[in-house]
């Protein structure tokens, strides 16, 4: 054992011998060293499985055993964004503090009352818990914050890069800055990430103010040997005999998936579904177990928690047909292959989930990615000529291949969150001052591109009589309207996220899951759900409960989702694949083919950025990713031009009515202003937007999806 080991606590080192451990990892041993040494915050990265919780727990619990603290309270923090993943790393730490006394407390929506009551009525150890849970903490037991932390000394924040530039990311810091307030003293700040674009803006996420004093600790080496198909297909062809494209991508995987343990994200919901059920109809066909399950979060956590100890157990084959629940670090063990349908929107999350893959010593890691495109018309679309997704999907994996994923962007202004804060912090203080908020919120949280000014437009919105969120005492104190009280009240209020109302779905005691409040069916309607077929029996509005009966037809209910935002390097990337010759020597033949056909439509172009395809259409090739394209397009709206966006590709529409579009950008380009609102587009996007004023809504939109300091530069590169 190295010198580090020696350093633990006597309980911890049994605890690893026991594990039949012959050795620390040189992350494990190296953080050992910083947490133990110095006081310092830290960003810890490595690899899914590289060991991080161990590099961040083994010494922080040998400091609560050799030093406690002085006080009441829990003494370690854990916060973690999937309540999945909170249950999995309590079970982990659980073992691991097995014979210290140490009591492990996991605490979300899905723990029973009890265990939160006694940790209430003792609080000790470590908490795990999820940033809408310690949100509910603040509002409903306020007073008992500094009595429930006090001898806390240090919090860890695991899957960082997911969190870093999200509102639940704000909402975390926030929480942190308002739990460092009620405590008088600042706490060590530990974070846990398998992926990370930028070191540097996950420094500055931990610590803001000192965002150089945040040390970093890497796994370095170990990567393991990396295997990569893309297979295209084509949907929509003449023959009416033909199979669909995606029987025929579920009948690719059952062949090669069948008889081990995977995991193949689908995307959205529906597809996860819509997956999830070929392929149990391929099973029964064939006369086999069934060993591809639907993984997702409207699933019942019965049904989660079935598929998750199927995977990690091992014995017996599963794929899990998944949304991103399974694309962080929840311990499913090692899979033999990730599957991705459909082009992924972010490298980062590519390379997250391929981290499931190759864990084991010896053993490649192993991706397969499948892109349908439709078929070739020949009367179609020039930007559907291009074979974007398929081009996507090469550009993510060469990117992958070279070690590049996206860095966080800069922070945004965030204002439905700050609204969520202010009435978070009011119902927590049962009150509190226009100044105090600032202060706590902006110059010292999370809102640190909200100035004064800015903060008094929120406060008015938010006041006004007709919205009644807040509203003032004779004594200047602020406090929560009717409407505000309402609001904080509900369950739904903890989330920055929305949280539309759903229903239960039950067959017979089963409980299957939950469907949006807008999925709402009629008796007799069929649908499928947790990968298979049902009918409804019953409508129980008043309890929310759908009675489902099972059937041998159904469709998949319509559930949210929205793309991400694609970064500026990944479409340069995908142009660049287009001018090339060179094929990627994963892709399988009919891939090459598709590729093939995109770059003879690109060929066609001649290199021109501005495309016309005919007197009042064109193409403008703006290379640029979505927020880039995505103000180009609002500026065209504003005159007239009807817009449809791709990956760096505008069609764009004129009409009689607007301007010529040389002369528009081109004057754009030399300085002439644009009001990218002026056509009225949708800016309530988040929770608490339908509160903010539209200036509000037009500031806060432009500080995050559009870039209007980049618009003249991109329409020079046009019209050049």
């Known amino acids: 054992m190295t010198p580090a080991f020696y350093r633990l606590s006597r309980p911890l080192q049994k605890w690893i011998r026991a594990q039949g451990w012959t050795g620390l990892r040189p992350l494990q041993a190296e953080a050992i060293g910083a947490i133990m040494d110095g006081t310092a915050d830290l960003v810890v990265t490595a ?47 659980d073992g691991m503090c097995h014979e210290t006394g140490l009591p492990v407390v996991p605490w979300h929506g899905d723990i029973a009352g009890g265990i939160k009551t006694r940790a209430l009525k003792n609080p000790r150890g470590i908490l795990l818990i999820t940033p809408e849970s310690l949100e509910a ?83 370095t080496g170990g990567g393991s040997e990396l295997r990569v198909q893309l297979r295209g297909y084509v949907a929509g062809g003449p023959d009416p005999d033909e199979p669909a494209a995606a029987d025929l991508v579920a009948g690719h995987l059952f062949q090669k998936l069948r008889g081990s343990s995977n995991l193949v994200f689908a995307g959205s919901r529906e597809r996860v579904e819509i997956y999830a059920d070929k392929l149990r109809q391929l099973c029964d066909a064939a006369g086999l177990p069934q060993e591809f399950h639907a993984h997702h979060a409207s699933l019942s956590r019965e049904h989660r928690d079935f598929v998750e100890r199927r995977l990690k157990d091992g014995r017996l084959p599963a794929t899990a047909i998944c949304t991103s629940t399974l694309e962080l670090g929840i311990d499913i063990g090692d899979v033999t292959c990730v599957a991705q349908i459909g082009a992924p929107f972010s490298v980062a999350s590519l390379r997250q989930r391929l981290g499931r893959s190759g864990r084991r010593a010896g053993q490649p890691a192993t991706l397969r990615q499948y892109v349908i495109e439709a078929w070739p018309r020949p009367d179609a679309n020039l930007a559907d000529r291009l074979r974007l997704d398929l081009v996507r999907a090469v550009a993510m994996i060469d990117l992958l ?44 949280g999370p809102f640190r591109s909200v100035d004064a000014a800015l903060f008094q437009q929120v406060l008015r919105a938010i006041g006004h009589r007709d919205t009644g ?42 409980k299957l899951g939950t469907l949006p409040v807008h999925n709402i069916l009629a008796p007799g309607s069929l649908l499928i759900f947790s990968g298979r077929r ?5 409508i129980h509005a008043e309890a929310r409960v759908i009675v489902v009966d099972p059937a041998k037809a159904g469709v998949v209910p319509d559930f949210d989702s929205s793309p991400g935002l694609i970064h500026d390097r990944v479409i340069q990337r995908m142009f660049h694949i287009l001018g090339d010759r060179t094929v990627p020597v994963y892709l399988e033949p009919l891939a090459a083919a598709l590729l093939e056909q995109a770059r003879s439509s690109y ?65 754009i380009a030399r300085g002439a202003s644009v009001d990218l609102f002026a056509h009225d587009p949708p800016l309530c996007f988040e929770k608490f937007h339908p509160f903010l004023t539209r200036p509000l809504l037009e500031q806060d939109a432009s500080s995050s999806r559009v870039d209007l300091a980049a618009l003249a530069g991109l329409c020079k590169e046009l019209t050049d």
């Not at 899914?48 to 040998?62: C, D, M, Q, R, V």
């Not at 406690?68 to 999937?82: I, K, R, S, T, V």
């Not at 049902?534 to 019953?538: L, M, P, Y």
């Not at 066609?604 to 395809?613: P, T, V």
């Open 534 to 538: 049902w009918q409804v029996r019953e």
């Open 47 to 93: 690899s899914t499985a590289g060991g991080k919780t161990e590099a961040a727990f083994l010494p922080l619990i040998s400091q609560v055993l050799d030093d406690p603290q002085a006080g009441a309270g829990f003494d370690l923090l854990y916060l973690g964004p999937l309540k999945a993943l909170i249950t999995d790393q309590a079970r982990r730490l």
């Open 603 to 667: 060929s066609a172009l001649g290199g021109e950025r501005i495309h016309e395809l005919s007197p009042r259409a064109f193409l403008l090739m703006t290379r640029r990713g979505t927020v880039a394209s995505t103000t180009l397009a609002l500026a065209l709206q504003s005159v007239g031009f009807r817009v449809q966006l791709y990956d760096g590709v505008l069609e764009v529409l004129a009409t009689d009515a607007t301007p010529d579009l040389r002369a528009f950008l081109t004057g």
């Open 469 to 510: 969120l807040i509203e003032q005492a004779d004594n200047g104190i602020l406090l929560l309207g009717r409407r505000g009280e309402k609001l904080v009240e509900h369950y739904s209020f903890y989330a920055v996220f929305q949280t539309p109302e759903e229903y239960s779905l039950q067959n017979g005691a089963e």
């Open 401 to 444: 291949i070279e070690g590049w994923c996206e860095p966080p962007a800069p922070q945004a202004l965030h204002l439905s969150t700050l609204v969520h804060q202010i009435l978070s912090v009011i119902a927590e203080r049962g009150g509190a001052t226009a100044a105090g908020l600032h202060r706590l919120l902006c110059r010292e």
């Open 137 to 219: 903490l603040f509002i409903r037991r306020g007073n008992e914050i500094p009595g429930l932390f006090g001898a806390l000394r240090a919090v860890v924040i695991d899957e960082l890069h997911s969190v870093l530039d999200s509102e639940r990311g704000v909402q975390m810091r926030s929480l942190l800055n308002r739990t460092e307030s009620r405590l008088g003293r600042p706490l060590r700040r530990i974070g846990l990430s398998a992926t990370l674009g930028d070191i540097g803006l996950a420094c500055a996420y931990l610590r803001p103010d000192d965002p150089d004093a945040v040390g970093h600790i890497a796994a």
